[in-house]
T-cell receptor
Framework: EAQVTQNPRYLITVTGKKLTVTCSQN?????MSWYRQDPGLGLRQIYY???????DKGDVPEGYKVSRKEKRNFPLILESPSPNQTSLYFC??????????????FGQGTRLTVV | QQQVKQSPQSLIVQKGGISIINCAYE??????FPWYQQFPGKGPALLIA?????SEKKEGRFTISFNKSAKQFSLHIMDSQPGDSATYFC?????????????FGQGTTLQVKP
């Protein structure tokens, strides 16, 4: 089954404690991205990757890091989480970047709470 | 220029009614306009999409209307059902340069009352 898998689904952590949210896709997609979803703000892109070892900032990259060492995996790293990073996070993958046919496949989401 | 503005933020419709969600964009380089549907506890999933060379696309009870000159597009859900209750996101992207990434609207939470 084609899917994007995120882990964990729920996470409560304390301010400053480094954490990683994993994302894996089995569709051989080149393009992957991370979004955060906040009420009234929609889906905002954090980082994206157009291929292995190619990553770039999205609209809200501050406080986040990513890596793309393998095509299928795209982990999101919060080195020193703060309460304003409490949010619902989604990983997504697409077969290509831009234009028609760029259907984004989303993971189930990770609900992160930073206290 | 990269923004997509979506309204309303929330919508309550009676079963059998028509739900209408509107979006506006600024960048004329956008050439792909999808709508995503998100149920509670799930990630968004593609519902329907349109290219700017057509003014309307219909799939079952879901229709996208597109007005290129006004830079607006809308989702119409005919005969709305309680199972349509979800959050809907419009989005836009282009085919070249820095317009390739999907830009999402703010989302609309739809509740269809039985």
């Amino acid at each position: 089954e084609a899917q994007v898998t995120q882990n964990p689904r729920y996470l409560i952590t304390v301010t400053g404690k480094k954490l990683t949210v994993t994302c894996s896709q089995n569709m051989n997609h080149e393009y992957m991205s991370w979004y955060r979803q906040d009420p009234g703000l929609g889906l905002r892109q954090i980082y994206y990757s157009m291929n292995v070892e190619v990553t770039d900032k999205g609209d809200v990259p501050e406080g986040y890091k990513v890596s793309r060492k393998e095509k299928r995996n795209f982990p999101l790293i919060l080195e020193s989480p703060s309460p304003n990073q409490t949010s619902l996070y989604f990983c997504a993958s697409s077969p290509r970047f831009g234009g028609a046919g760029t259907e984004a496949f989303f993971g189930q989401g990770t609900r992160l709470t930073v206290v | 220029q990269q923004q997509v503005k979506q309204s309303p933020q929330s919508l309550i419709v009676q079963k059998g009614g028509i739900s209408i969600i509107n979006c506006a964009y600024e960048n004329t380089a956008f050439d792909y306009f999808p709508w995503y549907q998100q149920f509670p506890g799930k990630g968004p999933a593609l519902l329907i999409a349109i290219r700017p060379d057509v003014s309307e696309k219909k799939e079952g009870r879901f229709t996208i209307s597109f007005n290129k000159s006004a830079k607006q597009f809308s989702l119409h859900i005919m005969d709305s059902q309680p199972g349509d209750s979800a959050t809907y996101f419009c989005a836009a992207s282009g085919s070249s340069g820095n317009t390739g990434k999907l830009i999402f609207g703010q989302g609309t939470t739809l509740q269809v009352k039985p």
